[in-house]
């Protein structure tokens, strides 16, 4: 599964997911095969993530991990809008 996730944001979110360790536990997952980050260079404002998971299962079972359930509290604070597009089931 290949998720697209364009963050529209309010203020630097990704210093903050790095702060809090995000990035790495989520790539440390069973079934995450690639979770990164994009700046695109000519959108300010715009963060993307690029996911993709060995299968839907394991893609949703990550939502219900701690460190998901915290970005989730922050989010808020950080992120006016939020868009996901499934690439690949």
């Given at each position: ?7 529209h ?81």
């Amino acid at each position: 599964m290949e998720l697209l996730v364009t963050y529209h944001l309010k203020k630097e979110f990704l210093r903050k997911l790095c702060e809090i360790g995000v990035p790495g536990l989520v790539r440390g997952e069973r079934g995450c095969i690639r979770y990164d980050y994009y700046v695109p260079a000519e959108e300010n404002g715009t963060l993307i993530l690029l996911e993709e998971w060995e299968s839907a299962e394991l893609q949703a079972l990550h939502l219900e991990q701690s460190h998901m359930k915290r970005l989730a509290q922050i989010k808020p604070d950080y992120v006016a809008d939020t868009e996901v597009r499934v690439i690949q089931q």
